[in-house]
């Protein structure tokens, strides 16, 4: 089984907004970086009047990072294929526009797939309950013209 298309953290940006501004969620068997994402212009109440259709803004994205110290290119392969098999099963306790990392440790190779379904299963209950919208930082998102010339810079510094 695997995530449908509307579910999947694609763009390397992506996955490194969430390790940046994402909190963390820690399990014996992984660790999940989680962002709310905070959708500019329609209110909930909007987005629920669409119809069955949920706009690609409301739904919870996941994505698998599986790194080179948990072995060979068989065995991340494999590592990932049952962590995307148990997120499969498990994403509809995702509920809110969520991006969720993981990033499973070398004990998902070998533990039994009941209880990596269940892992990550209480990781989505727990990021559900935790994830609140973090606000933006205004001063990363000036625009240059709204930035002090040089002088004034140094003349913001004397007074």
Do not use: W
């Not at 999940?32 to 959708?39: G, H, I, M, S, T």
């Amino acid at each position: 089984m695997s995530i449908p298309n509307e579910h999947r953290l694609r763009k390397h940006s992506e996955f490194e907004l969430v390790y940046q501004c994402g909190l963390r969620h820690f399990s014996q068997v992984l660790t999940a970086f989680y962002l709310v994402r905070v959708e500019s212009g329609a209110t909930d109440q909007e987005l629920d009047n669409v119809g069955s259709v949920r706009p690609m803004g409301r739904v919870a994205r996941v994505g698998i990072t599986v790194g080179r110290a948990l072995g060979k290119a068989t065995v991340r392969n494999r590592i990932k294929r049952r962590v995307r098999a148990a997120v499969g099963k498990n994403l509809g306790r995702l509920t809110r526009p969520l991006d969720i990392v993981i990033n499973p440790k070398k004990a998902v190779a070998e533990i039994d797939f009941v209880q990596l379904c269940s892992e990550v299963a209480r990781a989505f209950e727990v990021i559900e309950q935790k994830a609140v919208p973090r606000p933006r930082q205004r001063t990363q998102n000036l625009r240059r013209e709204q930035r002090p010339a040089n002088g004034d810079r140094a003349a913001a510094r004397k007074n």
